[in-house]
Each structure stands twice: as C-alpha cells, then as structure tokens.
C-alpha cells in the first residue's frame, strides 16, 4: 500500500535534495480545491447553506457551485436538508435548496488494544460513535492471536452497524509499546509477546481494504483528551497513563510530540523514587489499595498517597522540561464513581509532591474519558487523515484507495 501521510503522527519524509519539483496546477487540481473549498463552507456554515451563500462564502461563480455541489451530492458528502418553515413546519412549497454535511459517506476504525483485551470503534466523519465491540484475550496470548482477536472485534462492529466494509476510510491502533515514526509498524512492545513481530498493520489493512495506522497509546490518550476531554484548551499538556505500564503522550505548541524516533513520552522507562525493583518504571497500582482508599482505610490512603508523590517526583525533570499548562492523570482504575475519593487523593498527593519540584504549576486533572481515552483518540487519529483529504479533494474519497494515494497528491501530482 503506498505511504498514507498521517497528520496528527509522524511528518513524511522529505524528498531527497534536487528532487523537488515546481508545483503545477491543473485543471483537475483547481476543481478538486474548489470542491474542498464548497465543502468546508457546507460543513462551517449554520443554518445549512443555500447556493447564494456558498458562492459568496467561497467567492466561486454560482454555476461552478452548483456544478460541485452536484458532484458532492453524486458522491454521497453532502445532500439537500429538508425544507423546513419559519415555523419548524415543512414547506408545501418549493424554496432554495440548501446543503448539508452527510457524516455517514465514510466512517474510521479506532482500536485500543491491551494486553488483555481488545476494543474497537467505529466513528462517523464527525466522530460519533456508531458501534463499540470489545472482546477478551489472554495476556500470554502470541502476537498472532492477538492480530486475530483486532481484525475479528473491528469486523463485528462493522457487522453491527451494518456499513459497507469500502465506506470504512482509515483506521488507527493504539498499542502499548513503541511505535515507529511513519507509524506502519511496533518497533518494541516488550509486555505483549510477539506482538511487534504480528505487522498488525499489514493485516488490518489487508482486512479491510483501506489505510491503518499504529501509535503508542498514551499519545491516544492524550489526542483524545485533547479533542474530547479536559484539554481541549491547553496547547501545551501532558497526559499520564497509568497501565499495567507507565506511559505520557506530551502536546506542545497544540501538536503530539513523538521525538526523533516516535519514542517521546516513555515514562515507563524512568527509575521512579523508592521502588525496589531492578526494573525501571513505577509498579501499577493495587485495586484492592484503591477501593481501601475510597473507603477511607488508613493504610490504602498511605499507599496511595505514597504512590502519587513518587509518580510526581519522577516525572519532575519531564514536566521542568517541557514546562506544561496541564498534566492529566488518565487509568481505568477508577471506573466507578465510589472510587473518585481515591483518584482525588492521588492526583492532590501528586499535585502538592510537584508544588515543591518544579518552577511554575501546571494545573492537574484526572482525564474526562476514563478507560476510553486511548480508543477516542486512535478515532481521533484515523479522521485526521479523512479530513486531510476532505481538505484536499473531497470528492475522491468515496473511490477505494484515495487516501493511500493522498501522499501523491500532497506533492504535487495530479
């Protein structure tokens, strides 16, 4: 499958020097521009647009966007909303048509794969949710079982919205592990055995025909609190993942930052404070702590309390160095609201351990997702290439392959 560009993950290669070429504008370049362009004023424009104010908003002459309308309409992205009067009654008669936005032409796959379970969502073009599968798997399961447990789950949530398996337009995975930049393969997922080995990408694509990424699952987490959660207004912001394994996925300047390698944010292999294990990272935490906690058991309350101020102090160098507005404190150990005086009780012990470590306070948040955030923003991540081409040349998205033929056409050619 050629190269997908990926917007909210790792950045394309740059072309070799003396490679470049001047950028030409054709003919077929033009109109696919001029099709974003009307698209976008359906989709930005309320109440639902007539033809007048899509030529005014676009600046297009009326007849070349009555013809793009059509096209939109022929493909499926937009359709005639119904006529509705002044006093919410259906018009009898016959007033200018107006546009709207039909989230349902494509939909995207995001999969949030643990090592003891497997979830996939399948989103709209607005990122509604429209059917949810989870399945169970064995932690000791191979690489290539777990493979089948993904492709198995995201096919049954398709089967349950009863979509066409070509209208699925992209699809993200989100993986605990590190994750290469062009985000096409698991370069070490040392918790899940042969796991890296399994091309998770190659199969999910072959499977469902269409582009697939892989990324870490903290920088999920983090894309997903980002656009749906408590960080939609902090440009810069850390999100902690607390798994069977430590993880953070940073956004600086509004963008996730993957580093060099794609390997920005693993925590995991920091030596925390006061741990007694060879081993680098901070061990998980133990329900039964964090019901006993939530009951008030003076000793659990010890023990979680303990394990905020070491996660604070261990994470200090990171969070002096990237100096963010927001840190969010994301797990599933706390699924219910009768465990919220445990979650309280570790981010306040964190947020008053940090007090005395670092320059300036972020402010400190338990994530609004809970257990869903890695699984929104694998959603999140799959769209980010939809609406690439939504931005781009609309209407060649509903013909198979137009996303992985994208890159091409970022470049240049028609």
């Known amino acids: 499958m050629p190269q997908t560009w990926w917007p909210l993950g790792g950045l394309p290669e740059p072309s070799p020097p003396g490679r470049e070429l001047p950028a030409v504008v054709g003919v077929a370049d033009l109109r696919a521009t001029n099709a974003a362009a009307v698209l976008a004023a359906v989709r930005s424009t309320d109440p639902h647009p007539r033809l007048a104010a899509l030529a005014e908003a676009t600046r297009l002459s009326r007849p070349t966007v009555e013809a793009i309308v059509e096209e939109l309409t022929d493909c499926g992205l937009i359709e005639v909303a119904p006529a509705v009067s002044a006093r919410g009654q259906r018009s009898p008669g016959r007033p200018a048509r107006r546009f709207r936005f039909r989230p349902h032409a ?55 919205s009863g979509v066409d398996a070509p209208r699925v337009w992209a699809a993200t995975v989100g993986t605990p592990g590190l994750v290469n930049r062009g985000n096409t393969r698991i370069r ?70 993957r580093g060099h390698r794609g390997a920005a944010g ?37 023990a979680i309390t303990s394990y905020g101020r070491r996660l604070a102090a261990g994470i200090a ?25 445990a979650a309280e009780l570790l981010l306040a012990a964190a947020e008053e351990e940090a007090g005395s470590l670092l320059v300036d306070l972020p402010q400190w948040r338990l994530s609004a997702l809970g257990d869903e955030a890695v699984i929104t923003g694998a ?19 509903p013909a198979r392959g137009a996303l992985a033929e994208h890159s091409a056409a970022a470049a240049g050619h028609s």
């Open 106 to 160: 494509g939909f995207v796959v995001g999969v949030d794969v643990r090592a003891r379970s497997v979830s996939a969502c399948l989103a709209d073009l607005d990122g509604r949710p429209v059917a949810v599968e989870r399945t169970a798997v064995r932690a000791e399961s191979s690489g290539q079982t777990r493979a089948r447990a993904v492709t198995a789950v995201v096919q049954r949530a398709i089967d349950r």
């Open 188 to 257: 070490q997922a040392d918790n899940l055995r042969g796991w890296a080995e399994a091309d998770i990408v190659t199969v999910l694509s072959d499977t469902l025909g269409c582009p697939v990424a892989v990324e870490n699952d903290a920088n999920l987490a983090a894309l997903g609190e980002q656009w749906r959660g408590v960080g939609g207004a902090a440009d810069e912001m850390v999100f902690v993942l607390l798994g069977e394994r430590l993880g953070a996925g940073v956004i600086t300047g509004g963008r996730l930052l």
């Open 266 to 302: 693993e925590i995991g292999f920091i030596r925390f404070p006061g741990s007694t294990s060879s081993q680098p990272g901070l061990e998980p935490l133990v329900p039964d702590s964090v019901r006993g906690a939530a009951s008030g058991d003076p000793e659990a309350v010890a």
């Open 317 to 341: 160098p990171v969070l002096l160095a990237l100096d963010p507005a927001l840190v969010v404190l994301g797990t599933s150990l706390f699924p219910v609201p009768g465990l919220l005086p």
């Open 379 to 397: 959603v999140r991540f799959a769209l980010s290439s939809v609406e690439e081409v939504l931005r781009t040349r609309p209407t060649s998205l």
